[in-house]
């Protein structure tokens, strides 16, 4: 095996509009830490992948994603469906352009764009560094235990809002990926938990949050040698316990950080010395990407339902209607299911990668991770290639809850139908026979309009 390590600094180096909260619309004010995007290209015989984890909100334009992937995999020498691209979430950093109903009423949508040109070329010159820099290594996967998130779906008066819920469920598993050397030296680290990082809240400083924390203590810890990345689980449904104040969620200081990343070091030590490292070998490398045609409930599919939400209070749902209306005069159909991608990165016979481009909540995501059958591990992964929506369980869908009306910034007919966790499952690729190429031959399309040509349509 043998592996490359680059690290890019992404932080914009001009002024642009921030992501993560719709009413915060302004430029950023200043920089509090760095933003960083790593790449780890791994190779074993004639087969590489690419592993990227990036301090972003998601990598979120729908068009941007397959056309880095093509860039990236002719860097590396690998198949597209063998690129994987992380994003950590933070809400500390840019706005990226995703041609969603958010982007009309973007403050500065030139600066956003003219962000995200140069920030895949640095994602394309890490990539090419971490290929041209390959070393003779082994990988590493264990876990352990984390106190860190708190559920944030509290039900309150019949309803579901966005609030500490000390008793509900999390994913309590922190995850660790060790890069060593031939000298059986520590090159990298990685860290997979599932929370959002929004620890600050809507302040506007550049920051990666809680996972810049964590980086600058490993590296404190380990030196400069060695390269921290994060991985970003299923964590939609969760925040760092840290906000909670009573039943409301408060913005932390920036100082507030420090004793966080330094929390994260201790429980990241413990599973590295833990003595239950899994060596990851025998490498196939072997990646693929499902589609899922997710149908969505037909709640707004004429006119004359949509034009009573021109006068909501709610400005997404004025302009939800605006852009369904616009599509029906055009003599468009509003979609009424959403196009949804499951990647399958299979390490080895006995390792793999799931990736959603999805804001996965817990319970969709435990379901989605448990088609790989123990003994068989995975890792899954949220904001993978983009991150186009909630993604609740039938379950959290029923309780109901913001996590459940991402149609509004699509725009779809409605809500996502319940049994998208069983879609998604049903997308992850069984282990790679002995006998399989080295990459998939095409994605596979999954659900209830799999077999019928597409109507024509914008994506808004």
Known sequence: ???????????????????GYGARQDHFDGVHDPLTFTAIVIEEGPRRALIGAADLIGFTDYASPPSLHKRLARIVGC??????LNASHTHGGPHIVDRSIFDSFTQDIESAKRYKAWLFDQ??????????????????????????????????????VNAPRPDGPIDGRMQTLTIRNKAG???????????????????????ADFVGAWRAEMSRAFGPKVI?????????????????????WRELNHA????????????????????????????????KINTVCAPCRKRYTQAAQLKPLLQSDNRYERLYAQECLRLIESGKEVPDHADLHVQTLWL????????????????????????????????????TNGALCYAPDSAEMKRGGYETTSYLFQPWTGPLLP??????????????????????????????????????????
């Not at 890019?8 to 002024?15: A, C, H, M």
């Not at 921290?228 to 409301?248: C, I, K």
């Not at 989605?368 to 899954?380: G, Q």
Request: one cysteine or more; glycine letters at 10%.
């Open 348 to 383: 080895s016979r006995e390792f793999a990668l799931i990736g959603l481009n999805v804001e996965p909540l817990l319970a969709l995501g435990a379901y989605v991770e448990s088609a790989i059958a123990p003994p068989r591990r995975a890792i899954l992964l949220g904001y």
């Open 256 to 287: 507030e950080l420090e004793p966080i990343g330094r929390e994260l070091l201790a429980e990241s030590l413990a599973i590295l010395t833990s003595g239950k490292q899994l060596q990851i070998s025998d490498l196939i490398l072997q990646g």
């Open 185 to 207: 030296e520590i090159a990298a680290i990685g860290m997979r938990l599932s929370c959002h990082p929004v620890a600050t809240g809507a302040q506007h400083l550049i920051t």
């Open 79 to 84: 198949p597209e469906e063998n690129v994987l």
């Open 228 to 248: 921290p990345f994060f991985l970003q689980g299923s964590g939609a449904d969760t925040r760092p316990r840290h906000a909670a104040n009573g039943d409301r």
């Open 419 to 460: 049994g998208l966790e069983k879609l998604l499952a049903e997308a992850v690729v069984a282990v790679p026979g002995r006998q399989s190429p080295a990459s998939g031959t095409g994605s596979r399309r999954i659900g209830a309009r799999a077999a019928k040509p597409r109507r024509t349509q914008r994506r808004a």
């Open 123 to 160: 994602v394309a010159e890490a990539a090419h560094e971490a290929a041209g820099s390959l070393f003779e290594g082994t990988l590493w996967f264990a876990e352990g235990k984390t106190g860190f998130p708190m559920n944030r779906r509290l039900e309150r008066n019949g309803e579901v």
């Open 1 to 19: 095996m043998r592996i490359g390590l680059a690290c890019r600094n992404i932080t914009p180096p001009f002024r642009t509009t921030m992501g």
